[in-house]
C-alpha cells in the first residue's frame, strides 16, 4: 500500500482582494495565469477516490506554487510572455514577504501531507495536475496527456510508466516527459529531490487545452486516472 497525494498548483487565476498587477482581464484569465481544467481534473479524482486536493488559491502571477522559492520567476514579471507590471519593482522585502505568506504555507503543507503518507504507509506518491497550451508548440504538441517523472528514479520511473501505459488503453494519446521535463524546476521535483533513497514519487500530469476544454474532456480524463491511481497504490 502506498499514500497518496493530490495537488493543483496553477487552479486559479483570481487575485487577493485589492490586488491590481496591470494585467489586462483576458490574460488574467489565459495561460499565462493558470492552467485552465487543471483543478477540475484533480478535483474529480479526488472526489473518485475520496482524497483532498491541495490546490493554489491565486494567479501564479501572484507566486507560482510550482516553482521553488528561490527560482527567479516564482513573482514573475513576465509569464508566458506577458508582463505582469505588479511585479516589475518589486524590492527584496516585498518578495520575500510575498513568499512567506503565500508560497511557504503552500509547499509545507504538501511536504506534511507527504511525510504523514510516507509515515503511514512506507510509501507515497504525489500526484500533480497542470494543463497545456497546443498552440504554443502546434506542430508537437499534437497528444492528449503528458506524464512527467525521472525515468531514472527506481521508484517512480516503473509507476509512471503503468500510469502511460493505462492511460494509453483508455483511449489518449500520452507522451512521457512531455511538454517538459520530469526533473525540471517544480514542486514534485524538490520533493522528490529533498527525499533521497525514499519510496516517494512525484508524478505530473500535464493535459492538452484540445482535451481540458472540450465539453466533458476533464471528466473524461479524471475518470481515466482515478482507477489507475488506485491500482499503483494498492499494489
Known amino acids: 500500500m502506498k499514500g497518496l497525494v493530490l495537488t493543483c498548483e496553477h487552479a486559479d487565476w483570481s487575485l487577493p482582494p485589492g490586488v491590481d498587477l496591470g494585467v489586462d482581464g483576458d490574460v488574467l484569465r489565459g495561460q499565462a495565469s493558470w492552467d485552465p481544467g487543471a483543478h477540475a481534473i484533480i478535483a474529480g479524482v479526488g472526489l473518485r477516490l475520496d482524497l483532498d486536493v491541495h490546490a493554489g488559491t491565486y494567479s501564479r502571477m501572484w507566486v507560482d506554487l510550482n516553482r521553488p522559492a528561490d ?7 513576465v509569464s508566458y510572455g506577458e ?3 505588479g511585479n516589475a519593482d518589486l524590492d527584496a522585502a516585498a ?3 510575498r513568499i512567506a505568506a503565500y508560497h511557504a504555507p503552500y509547499w509545507a503543507a504538501v511536504s506534511d501531507a507527504i511525510d504523514a503518507q510516507l509515515a503511514a504507509h512506507g510509501a507515497c506518491v504525489q500526484f500533480s495536475s497542470h494543463s497545456f497550451d497546443p498552440a504554443l508548440d502546434p506542430a508537437n504538441r499534437t497528444y492528449d496527456l503528458g506524464i512527467l517523472y525521472d525515468p531514472d528514479h527506481p521508484f517512480e520511473a516503473p509507476l509512471a510508466e503503468r500510469l ?3 492511460l494509453t488503453a483508455a483511449g489518449f494519446d500520452v507522451r512521457a516527459n512531455q511538454p517538459y521535463g520530469g526533473t525540471i524546476p517544480a514542486l514534485c521535483t524538490a520533493m522528490r529531490d529533498a527525499r533521497p533513497g525514499l519510496r516517494f514519487a512525484g ?3 500535464e493535459t492538452s487545452y484540445a482535451v481540458s476544454l472540450a465539453p466533458g474532456g476533464c471528466a473524461r480524463v479524471a475518470a481515466a486516472v482515478a482507477p489507475l ?3 499503483l497504490v494498492e499494489r
Open 71 to 77: 527560482h527567479p520567476d516564482v513573482i514573475p514579471r
Open 83 to 85: 508582463p505582469v507590471p
Open 95 to 97: 518578495r520575500a514577504a
Open 164 to 166: 502511460i501505459a493505462g
Open 203 to 205: 508524478i505530473e500530469l
Open 229 to 231: 491511481l488506485r491500482a
